[in-house]
């Protein structure tokens, strides 16, 4: 394994694979207007730019998964990382020195004016291409299509589940709803894998966005194709009880779908109970069948990340992403606000200049959001991000967009709208892990991908795989962790892993249990943003 990594012909800095000691010398290849100044024995040029092999000393320890620059950077000058800017420096940066909070600053700034300059969006070569035999078909290999064991549903939705979910229609319920789920569970049979309540704090003392917010999700959860049944658990005094959310529902199956108000039963939990015993009846009689890879929605987002996010995971989970589009399936990128500093990447892969000004919008309506709350838009990452080599938000963006891959961009979503479009969509959401992972699963997600360098525990409303960027991670947090992408930069190629990755969620949505879901964690969580009565 090397030492380090110069991601782009480009760049200005390196990334520390494993921990550079001080007085260690780094040979690197050095380019463009770096080399161009720089004291080359031997000059060459590589696509017209002059090139050289400089050794680097560093003049301070620089930690695994952070920056060394590998030229002279003058106070205010770019420091350049995937072939972007990160930011600017602070002050004059030598050669061989860390890069890092303290001598670099963000260039982002507030709302911007964005022009329309569409690039050729491509899958990469041999996105589609399969190699393997994944646990329920043909990985798409010889021209055979790429299949799952699903549950297919009578209003032609699929699942990856056959749960039976209990949505409170207010918090006011939430142990209600957690004391029938601990008690319905022993009546699971057949098909029929958990009951699962999904207690959130909101239904009541909300006004204007919040309160449709919380309508929109709970409607969207309770339409979600990895519910065999849902008891929908109200109150009856709440703002956003039954009959008013019934609209947002729209259409449902009233077998699968069924009511209760708790002001009006003696005993809710036990006549909870006696309704789920039916809905288990009803949803045990779906079997898990061949469905069409096609029909897979994969919902995209990280957290906790460190400097091999954008070289590792989340690269990878690019890569998934376009295989599951080559073969007609559905990606969803969210957490808008890391996308500052990397959103004109995502506005030039639109399909259309529609979408390019929904996109657009959908990256100032969130800056405006910050700026009505008096917060600034270029706040720092967290220090899980900045301890694992995160120095800006533009550092963090550019990583975490890696995760779109290289497909065009097909549809645009609002927070609690459902995918329409198959491709890539953009969802608008907070960065927030579980608000967000929430609102990949409200908006059709059937299974979430969280790659993260940190590690965490939590789960949303559907599986969850935790992909790790580093094996260290991956070797300390079993429990936590589903998929290592760490091995990306020890001895496997992005080609095998990719196929590896897309062989492991067929897994997953064959019926795998992920490690939350081994452990027993179902969590949700609805974005607020206003007022509380």
């Not at 069924?258 to 006549?271: M, T």
């Not at 800056?367 to 709350?373: E, L």
């Not at 497909?407 to 608000?435: C, K």
């Not at 990306?488 to 990755?501: C, F, G, I, S």
């Amino acid at each position: 394994m090397q030492d380090f990594l110069k991601i782009n012909d480009n760049d200005n800095v390196v990334v520390a694979l494993n921990t550079i000691p001080a007085g260690a010398a780094v040979s690197v290849k050095v380019q463009d207007s770096a080399a161009a100044g720089a004291d080359c024995g031997n000059n060459a040029a590589e696509g017209g730019k002059p090139v050289c092999e400089r050794v680097i000393t560093a003049l301070e320890e620089i930690p695994a998964g952070h920056k060394m620059a590998i030229c002279d950077i003058s106070a205010g000058g770019e420091v350049i990382k995937y072939g972007y800017r990160i930011g600017n420096a602070k002050e004059d940066i030598r050669a061989g020195a860390w890069i890092h909070t303290h001598n670099l600053k963000t260039a982002l700034g507030d709302l911007l004016e964005y022009t329309y300059e569409p690039v050729q969006a491509v899958l990469r070569q041999g996105a589609g291409q399969g190699s393997s035999q994944a646990q329920a078909g043909e990985n798409g290999q010889n021209g055979t299509e790429a299949t799952f064991m699903g549950f297919k549903r009578p209003d032609g939705k699929v699942g990856v589940r056959n749960e039976i979910w209990i949505i409170p229609t207010v918090g006011c319920v939430n142990n209600v709803a957690t004391a029938i789920a601990k008690q319905a569970n022993a009546f699971v049979k057949g098909s029929v894998e958990e009951v699962i309540a999904f207690p959130h704090p909101y239904g009541c003392s909300q006004m204007g966005d919040d309160q449709e917010h919380t309508r929109k999700i709970l409607a969207d959860l309770i339409n979600h194709p990895n519910a065999g049944g849902v008891l929908v658990l109200g109150l009856g005094c709440e703002n956003s009880n039954i009959d008013v959310l019934k609209p947002y529902i729209g259409d449902y199956d009233e077998n699968r779908v069924k009511f209760l108000v708790s002001q009006e039963h003696e005993d809710e939990i036990a006549a909870s109970v006696e309704i789920i015993k039916g809905l288990i009846d009803y949803a045990s009689g779906f079997e898990r069948e061949p469905v069409s890879v096609s029909k897979l929605v994969i919902g995209m987002k990280c957290g906790g990340s460190d400097g091999l996010s954008g070289i590792t995971a989340n690269p990878l989970v690019g890569r998934f992403s376009d295989k599951l589009i080559s073969q007609g399936g559905t990606t969803i990128l969210t957490e808008v606000p890391e996308m500052f500093g990397a959103e004109t990447i995502l506005m030039n892969r639109c399909a259309n200049e529609e979408l390019f000004h929904q996109t657009v919008a959908l990256i100032n309506d969130f800056k405006n959001y910050f700026k009505s709350h008096n917060q600034t838009i270029y706040e720092n990452p967290s220090p899980g991000n900045k301890k694992g080599g995160i120095s800006t938000l533009e550092d963090k963006s550019l990583g975490c967009t890696q995760k779109s891959g290289s497909a065009p961009v097909m549809g645009v979503l609002q927070y609690g709208e459902t995918v329409r479009t198959p491709g890539l969509n953009l969802l608008s959401a907070p960065g927030n892990d579980l608000v967000a992972a929430t609102a990949l699963a409200a908006a059709g997600a059937h299974i979430v991908l969280f790659t993260t360098g940190r590690g965490t525990p939590f789960a949303s409303p559907v599986p969850t795989v935790k992909i790790s960027t580093n094996s260290r991670l991956a070797g300390k947090k079993s429990n936590w962790i589903d998929f290592n992408a760490g091995v990306l930069v020890e001895d496997k190629t992005m080609e095998d892993e990719t196929e590896h990755l897309f062989d492991y969620v067929v897994e997953v949505a064959s019926g795998k249990k992920v490690c939350s879901e081994a452990a027993g964690f179902h969590d949700m969580a609805i974005f607020k943003q206003g007022v509380t009565l």
